[in-house]
């Protein structure tokens, strides 16, 4: 609890401009933020003329200054109350912001399938026979790179928190500066919805 | 379709790709182990040679002087804009925003703007005098300055940070482009800008690109009160553009 109190005055100093802090914020955040870019890029090919390196600094800039965006707002919105560290939900942010940039610049081909296919067990309960499962284990992945090519930075951050992470409506709602009842609204527009049109010409018994 | 469902397997994959994240790569981020320690040790179990390559690169440690570049920039984004005049202009395509773009608007949100609309008057020809500019580049992330305070470097790819301090201010909104030059050649940069406030420095980078050839250039800034033309580098000067140059080396990537 001291350390959490420690890193939210720190945040406060930081996001009144203080420049030591800043330093300390940043040279705290900035390690977890990197790995996470890192294996976020991973599935990726650097876009042409590009390195790798080059894409995760930019990132990494980008992921701070969504941070402080509008005098630190999202900054400011972090809670250690709602159960998630400062750096997990850096993190968070960084990463949502990230497949956001990545998106919008569409400079950079998705892999249709993660690095390691061994470490995914897949299977989803209308494919039975054995080729029909690895058609859906291939159907959810193009499913969940659509997922990260189509969503916006606020909606990856709502599906990761309502679905990934199995927070509580008004855990995320809190975090996110949303009300209950419009997150509400989001999960029923997404299960029924956003959800069907990625998935709509995915074959699950395609294997 | 149970929706629900593929919702739920999709998370489910979501955990599963975290979980597999190899956990050596944390200790690096904390400084517990270095990179090369990491890539031996996975190295030694047989991981894919590629990968372990990619990620090598993408977890060596950022310099001390990409952290407080950062944070220099973060608490500027935080400062508050004084001058808000705001005249009607066209879009430019040499405009982007910079990454400090959202922290500067929000700063500017903080304060009353004022928009003041274009005064009708008589129809003329002539250039809205601009005032001189002086071009320097700052060393960030990506650049090196030479040790003897020579031109400043920077990687094929890679980007040069700029500022264009005017020399009196004014209420212009400008457009800005830059090109590379050298000998009778040029080349048109991209270029990012933080948010413009009429008559105060302007900030930016620009792109050099992957395939500039190595050695010694020119960097040409166009600070002009209209948009660029067609040929963007292929301009003269006039009262109202000013075009600023330095110096820069591009080195191998």
């Known amino acids: ?207 | 379709m149970d929706e629900e469902a593929l919702a739920r397997e999709l998370a489910q994959l979501e955990r599963q790709q975290r979980d597999a994240r190899e956990p050596a790569w944390d200790d690096v981020a904390n400084g517990r182990r270095s990179v090369d320690e990491v890539v031996a040790e996975l190295r030694a179990r047989g991981e894919d040679e590629a990968e372990l390559s990619r990620m090598a690169e993408l977890m060596a440690p950022l310099p001390g002087a990409f952290d407080d570049a950062l944070a220099e920039r973060l608490v500027e984004s935080l400062e508050p804009a004084e001058v808000i005049a705001m005249p009607e202009r066209e879009p430019v395509r040499w405009h982007r925003l910079g990454w400090a773009a959202a922290g500067l608007l929000a700063a500017a949100a903080l304060v009353v703007v004022v928009v003041l609309p274009r005064e009708p008057g008589p129809a003329t020809d002539e250039p809205t005098p601009l005032p001189e500019h002086a071009l320097s580049l700052r060393p960030g992330a990506s650049e090196l300055r030479a040790a003897d305070d020579g031109p400043v470097s920077v990687a094929a790819g890679g980007t040069l940070r700029f500022s264009l301090r005017p020399a009196t201010s004014y209420a212009l909104e400008p457009h800005v482009w830059a090109c590379a030059e050298r000998g009778g050649t040029s080349r048109p940069l991209e270029v990012v800008l933080d948010p413009v406030v009429p008559g105060r420095v302007i900030e930016g980078r620009a792109t050099i690109p992957a395939d500039l050839a190595l050695g010694e250039w020119t960097l040409l800034t166009v600070v002009d009160g209209q948009p660029p033309p067609a040929e963007p580098c292929a301009i003269e000067p006039g009262p109202g553009r000013r075009m600023p140059r330095v110096g820069f080396v591009v080195t191998p990537r």
Do not use: N
């Open chain 1, 1 to 207: 609890m001291a350390e959490e109190g420690a890193e939210r005055q720190l945040v406060r100093e930081a996001l009144d401009g203080d420049r030591a802090s800043t330093r300390s914020l940043v040279a705290r955040l900035r390690p977890g933020i990197q790995a996470e870019l890192a294996h976020l890029l991973q599935g990726y090919e650097p876009a042409r003329g590009r390195s790798a390196r080059q894409e995760l600094e930019d990132l990494v800039q980008e992921a701070f200054a969504s941070l402080w965006a509008d005098g630190g707002l999202l900054l400011r919105r972090w809670d250690p109350a709602r159960g998630r560290s400062l750096e997990s939900y850096a993190r968070l942010v960084a990463r949502s912001r990230a497949l956001d940039a990545l998106r919008s610049r569409r400079r950079m081909p998705w892999r249709e399938e993660p690095t390691d296919p061994s470490s995914v067990e897949m299977t989803l309960s209308r494919a039975p026979s054995p080729s029909g499962r690895v058609g859906a284990r291939r159907a959810l992945w193009q499913l969940q790179s659509r997922l990260r090519r189509e969503l916006g930075a606020r909606d990856w951050q709502l599906f990761t928190s309502l679905f990934t992470e199995e927070r509580g409506v008004a855990q995320v709602a809190e975090e996110l500066g949303m009300t209950p009842a419009a997150i509400y609204q989001w999960r029923s527009r997404f299960v029924r919805k956003v959800l069907p049109a990625l998935a709509g010409d995915l074959d699950p018994e395609d294997g």
